[in-house]
């Protein structure tokens, strides 16, 4: 499907439309597979290391998340 510069476009025919609609559905649906597989694995991924570094954290003695908290003013 190679034209010649300054050749205008050839209009597609029905068919043609109705085929890359149809392939475009189908990647669209591969690709959020794909998406979904991969986001699985990073939140497994996470999870896990999350986990060892509070066993780790645990296992130290260190506190987790300590939060230092800034007394309150009173207001008359």
Not at 46 to 62: F, I, N, V, W
């Amino acid at each position: 499907m190679t034209r010649k510069p300054g050749e205008p476009p050839k209009p597609m025919t029905k068919a043609e439309r109705e085929a890359r609609k149809a392939f475009r559905e189908l990647d669209s649906e591969k690709a959020m597979t794909e998406h979904e597989i991969a986001q699985k694995a990073f939140r497994t991924n996470h999870e896990r290391l999350k986990a060892e570094r509070l066993a780790r954290e645990a296992a130290a003695g260190t506190p987790i998340a300590a939060k230092k908290v800034k007394p309150s003013k009173k207001t008359k």
